[in-house]
């Protein structure tokens, strides 16, 4: 197909939008909440019936406790590096909650839960798979549509195969929200967590209060040091979300622990403010400081690299009457990970919407054909990029 056909590839799509929506309605139908392995399993299942009846070789990726992982891939007989398509197939939305939030397209947007975060996002990775068999589009290389089974909670169980099928291709389309507008996200935050507890001396607090070494105390010394850390100029935030000690309000306590939420623009940063607080120490020295915990998810820096891939992706936008801007976030994804293994990797490539996680969870219907094409056109378009070392990536990271 050729590439000043692009018009008439949103046309394609603009066609097909009344099966999409069925399409969606059946995808959000499908509840597949993290924790819920019979339901990320029945739509993985569906998925894999869908990609293969539209041409592609499917591998579903068993798990005996979370949901069943999918790969997804069309012309994986080409010697080219392919290309990987990211999405994730859970949701934060616990079994039942369609009967109080029903599927339902009104005034131009498409509401249910999942619909934004992301099962749109998986719709036009199926749109993209049906006009490259319906259109006879030849992408010149291998697509690998890769949906993971528990992004919501961490990756705990795809993390090793993420990173084994992602390290062999030539850069990542994350299918994650973009932001307001439709921006796609070049950079994300880094995000972790910390559990700090401090151990004292227990005591009578009337009989014996001196003989104690209180460790709410000492807790509360330490959460104002943590809270310093935070430098909004560096993009890094540190947020002391819970607390809890003692045992009893005349008991000088011998136990206090604080949970600590973190955000990084940069691995170094990370690195520093992981260093920092594994120094914190009490100043009681009957005392003792335990830290857990560390970085979950990397950033996503805006390297070189990412900003190439944004310029391609826009460009291609461009020739579909997209005018396709850029941001970030301070949430994580996926596609954090394969940026920081060093592929080009670009994010927020999903349908326009709003409230992920949320009651008005919604997207904009007339941007599935939009974004549909876009997506079919960058696979179709995208040459080698230079994948880089993470420590090469972070030397040119702006």
């Not at 010697?79 to 994730?88: D, F, Q, R, T």
């Amino acid at each position: 197909m050729a590439l000043e056909d692009s018009a008439n590839l949103v046309e394609y799509f603009r066609s097909q939008l009344e099966p999409s929506l069925a399409l969606l309605k059946k995808l959000v139908e499908l509840e597949s909440y993290s924790f819920d392995k019979p339901g990320v399993d029945g739509l993985t299942g569906f998925l894999a019936d869908e990609f293969s009846v539209r041409g592609a070789s499917v591998e579903v990726m068993e798990h005996p406790v979370r949901g069943n992982a999918l790969k997804a891939t069309w012309n994986d007989a080409s010697a080219e590096p392919p290309v990987l398509v990211l999405g994730h197939l859970d949701t934060v939305w616990p079994p039942g909650t369609l009967r109080s939030r029903p599927f339902k397209v009104e005034e131009g947007k498409a509401y249910g839960p999942g619909v934004f975060d992301m099962k749109s996002g998986i719709l036009i990775c199926l749109l993209a798979c049906q006009a490259f068999q319906e259109r006879r589009i030849d992408p010149g290389k291998g697509v690998i549509f890769l949906f993971t089974a528990d992004e919501e909670i961490g990756t705990e169980t795809g993390l090793s195969r993420l990173k084994l099928v992602a390290t062999s291709c030539r850069a990542v389309l994350c299918l994650e929200p973009p932001l307001p507008g439709g921006k796609v996200k070049t950079f994300r935050k880094g995000v972790g967590e910390f559990r700090i507890r401090v151990t004292g001396v227990a005591a009578h607090a009337g009989a014996d209060h001196e003989k104690g070494a209180n460790a709410i105390l000492e807790l509360s010394k330490l959460v104002l040091q943590l809270q310093a850390l935070t430098d909004y100029q560096r993009g890094v935030t540190v947020n002391v979300g819970k607390i809890r000690g003692g045992s009893a309000v005349n008991v000088v306590p011998a136990d206090a622990e604080a949970e600590v939420d973190f955000r990084v623009s940069t691995v170094s940063d990370g690195d520093r403010l992981e260093q920092r607080v594994r120094d914190l120490r009490a100043s009681d020295p009957r005392c003792a400081v335990l830290v857990e915990g560390g970085l979950r998810r990397p950033p996503l820096e805006r390297t070189p690299a990412v900003v190439e891939l944004y310029q391609k992706a826009r460009g291609v936008a461009f020739s579909l009457g997209l005018d396709l801007g850029e941001g970030g976030t301070g949430g994580a994804s996926d596609g954090s990970f394969t940026a920081a293994w060093g592929i080009p990797t670009l994010d927020g490539l999903g349908v326009e919407g709003d409230g992920a996680h949320a009651l008005h969870e919604h997207i904009l219907v007339d941007d599935i054909p939009r974004r549909a094409a876009l997506l079919a056109r960058l696979t179709q378009t995208l040459p080698p990029i230079q994948t880089v070392t993470l420590a090469d990536a972070r030397k040119g990271t702006t």
